[in-house]
């Protein structure tokens, strides 16, 4: 009964990884081959598909494009709900619940709600088709989150540190950068990496406010499938490099992930 329950988790995982197994394996078939032949492998292996990715500027841009704003949504988002987060964990104020709420509110909201809305705004300002613009757009969801992650984080450091570090002469932003920052150092690793996939993943806005110069790879596959029709290897080359960056954010912050879930609210 014991080794049955052992290898559950490993059927589990199997499972979970069949997908991405399934759409590597794609990645390296033409499309002929996938449309006409069931196969576990390629039987005709082909570079094809990521070689027109990489020399096509319609493709790499478009990674380029993700990444640029990704970074730029995560960046603002975490310094942004650093002071908030600060703040619903240290004071008490009129309505600060109410306010709280309110925030987690407009992470509960569809994007579609507000496509049009961020479309009319950024065309008239001259910031439809930036980076800026799709980076801004995701605060909108983003920063609500990595408040209400920090803040769970940051209520669970002791008020009397703050205390301690003012007494010995810290001002606030000393101690702030010096000592409360590295002691939630987990808590931002957290925040960090659910921003990040957040954002990358959202397709509605990005496609909305852009359309050639800050184009991101998500749009480029849903256009050319609409296109083309079948070229179902290159779009399954284009989705197996769009696992890499997630990949890589989950490597270099798995420590802080691992401390996060055991210690934060996630």
């Known amino acids: 009964m014991i080794k049955y329950k052992s290898l559950l988790p490993i059927i589990y995982i199997i499972f979970l990884m069949l997908p991405i197994y399934w759409l590597i394996n794609m990645s ?95 065309s008239s300002v001259g910031l439809f088709d930036t980076h800026i613009a799709v980076a801004l757009a995701h605060c909108l969801f983003n920063i609500p989150l990595a408040v209400w992650i920090l803040e769970g984080f940051m209520s669970g450091v002791p008020k009397e540190l703050d205390e301690t570090a003012f007494l010995d002469g810290y001002s606030f932003s000393r101690f702030f950068g010096k000592i409360f920052i590295p002691t939630i150092a987990s808590g931002i690793g957290v925040t960090m990496f659910f921003t ?26 849903t256009r050319t499938a609409s296109a083309s029709g079948y070229e179902l290897g290159l779009l399954a080359a284009a989705g197996a490099l769009t696992i890499i960056p997630g990949a890589l954010v989950i490597y270099f912050v798995r420590n802080h992930i691992a401390k996060g879930f055991a210690l934060g609210r996630v």
């Open 28 to 122: 390296f078939k033409t499309t002929n081959e996938i449309l006409g032949v069931f196969s576990l492998w390629p039987l005709e292996f082909t570079l094809e598909n990521y070689r027109t990715i990489f020399t096509d500027p319609t493709w790499y841009n478009g990674y380029f494009n993700s990444i640029i704003y990704v970074a730029m949504n995560t960046v603002i988002s975490v310094t942004v709900a650093l002071p908030a987060a600060y703040a619903f964990s240290r004071y008490n104020f009129l309505g600060d619940k109410h306010l709280f709420f309110w925030l987690l509110t407009n992470r509960m909201a569809p994007a579609a709600v507000f496509a049009l809305p961020f479309f009319q705004l950024y």
């Open 196 to 221: 990040f996939m957040y954002s990358w993943v959202e397709l509605l806005l990005a496609k909305t406010l852009t359309s050639v110069a800050a184009k991101p790879i998500a749009a480029t596959m």
